[in-house]
């Protein structure tokens, strides 16, 4: 069985007992959080297609942490203008294991 959520705007394919790493929301390490807007349901085999979401499922899960992204580093430059500028950046995500879909 799994479901795919959209949570702050990015879609992902979740599964019970399953962590995955959302973009940084409000709430404790430890908190119970829950997303409404599911948009696909499949449950062996038999696909529920939301328009545009599911009605009366939700997925709830549990918020373990809140981490870092790895580093990008952004690299500006114009070449024969003695420009360059060196910028880094951490994007900032919680980490959420699923516990039920329903």
Do not use: C, W
Not at 41 to 54: F, I, K, M
Not at 63 to 69: A, F, M, N, R
């Amino acid at each position: 069985m799994y479901a795919i959520v959209d949570i702050a705007g990015k879609q992902f394919k979740v599964a019970k007992d399953q962590y995955i790493y959302a973009p940084k929301m409000e709430g404790e390490a430890g908190s119970n959080v829950s997303f409404e807007k599911v948009l696909l349901l499949d449950n062996n085999g038999s696909v529920e297609v939301g328009a545009p979401t599911v009605k009366g499922v939700k997925v709830s899960g549990k918020i373990l942490e809140h981490v870092k992204g790895n580093k990008v580093i952004v690299f500006k430059k114009k070449r024969r203008k003695g420009y360059a500028v060196k910028n880094g950046h951490r994007q900032q995500f919680t980490k959420v294991q699923i516990e039920s879909i329903g």
